[in-house]
């Protein structure tokens, strides 16, 4: 479900109070364990946070003008809650940590696609682990990992 909300405290107020807790909470994980130099903003009707352009000018190239380089998502769908994290779509080292240690966390099988991992059911969101995934990519590293695939 795409939102037309323009930043994310708007975004959180439009979702159910159980949405808003979990969806609250993950942001705060997030946002508590994100190395420095991403920002959260809004993007494709989510809460983003991104590479700014102030430090990339050079950005993401999706349209004519360059934006900013999109890392981690946030999203409440129809059906689950949603944390896309380009790092697990682009670095396979990251994707088979993430495999290895879901089990871990988690009483329920990973439900993902590329970058997207989906949250059925809001009381099982590994909060931990999302907090130790978003740790493991910085800035520079991302932007590395983006130039290295748009020279392709």
Not at 3 to 9: F, K, N, Q, V
Not at 62 to 72: H, S, Y
Request: with cysteine.
């Amino acid at each position: 479900m795409t939102s037309t909300a323009t930043t994310p405290e708007q975004y959180l107020d439009e979702l159910t109070e159980e949405r808003h807790q979990a969806v609250r909470k993950l942001r705060d994980t997030v946002r508590e364990n994100l190395p420095d130099g991403f920002e959260e903003s809004m993007g494709y009707g989510m809460i983003a946070y991104q590479v700014p352009l102030s430090s990339y000018p050079k950005g993401y190239h999706a349209g004519k003008e360059p934006t900013p380089l999109p890392f981690i998502n946030i999203a409440s769908q129809k059906n689950h809650i949603a944390l896309y994290h380009m790092g697990l779509y682009s670095r396979p080292d990251l994707l088979d940590w993430f495999k290895d240690e879901f089990p871990k966390h988690s009483k329920r099988k990973l439900d993902m696609g590329k970058s997207c991992i989906r949250f059925k059911n809001i009381d099982d969101i590994p909060y931990d682990l999302i907090g130790d995934l978003c740790g493991k990519v910085h800035v520079q590293d991302w932007i590395k990992v983006y130039e290295s695939v748009i020279k392709r």
